[in-house]
Every structure is written in C-alpha cells, then in structure tokens.
C-alpha cells in the first residue's frame, strides 16, 4: 500500500516523496500491530530547458509592458483632454512602446526557436493590442 504524504511543502517536493507502510506480523505480545514506513524519493520529472529561459525573458518583456501601457493610458487620457502636455506624454509613450517592440523582436527573434515560440504565444496579442492603440492615439492626434 503507498500512501502519499501531504507536507506542508512545495507540490512539487511533495509529488515525488511517496510512503510505503508495512505491517510486522501480529505477535501476542503486543497489543497492536506496528508499522514500518519507507520512505522513497523519486527524481522530478525533467522540466523543458527553455522554459525557464522563456519565464525569464518574459518577465522582463512583461515589465516593459507594463511601464509603456501606464504610459499609453496616460497619453490617451490627456490627448482626449487635449492637454498641453498631450504631445509630450504620447512621445513617451512612443518611447516606452519602442523599448517594448524591440525587447519582444530580439526575444522572438532569437536563436532559441522554442523560446520564442513560448514566448510570442503567451505576450504577443497583448504587444499587439498595444501597437493598435498607439496608431489608433496617432491618429487621434493627428486628427486633432
């Protein structure tokens, strides 16, 4: 019989250890059988190498993100105001936008091919989305 243990540990720690218990033989002696338990630990299951590189590369994507979207919202509002400072927040976020489109090019572009992949699967409609509001800002303003 295996039983699994719960620990309060990380899932993954927790999946590989197993407990197997086994029962001494009743002896009349003693009031109730004892159990020996053994204990095995299981090697985890190999993780994809690129994986971790993709996690990497996102997060720093993700960042550069999220600065040029606070940017883009900021530059939306004030352009629909019509703010003086409308052309100067809609440059920044050009700018924040620019660091973002390149940091996603070099990353999906880049010599690992599956981190890229992963990579243009999990952010690129979101950097898309974002380059259809700056041409849709650009427009606004030219408009203006």
Do not use: N, W
């Amino acid at each position: 019989m295996i039983l699994r243990a719960i620990l309060p540990i990380s899932r993954h720690v927790a999946s590989s250890i197993s407990l197997s218990s086994y029962s001494l033989p009743y002896h009349p002696t003693s009031s109730s059988s004892i159990l020996l338990f053994h204990c095995s630990i299981r090697k985890p299951l190999p993780i994809r190498q690129y994986t971790s590189s993709a996690d990497t590369k996102i997060e720093e994507i993700q960042e550069l993100y999220f600065t040029a979207r606070d940017e883009f919202e900021i530059a939306s509002e004030e352009t629909t105001k019509k703010t003086v400072y409308a052309a100067d927040d809609r440059a920044a976020a050009q700018e924040e936008f620019l660091k973002l489109k390149v940091a996603y090019k070099e990353a999906v572009e880049g010599p690992e091919e599956e981190v890229g992949k992963e990579i243009q699967r999990r952010i690129g409609q979101r950097v898309r989305e974002l380059e259809r509001g700056m041409e849709a800002l650009e427009e606004e303003a030219k408009e203006d």
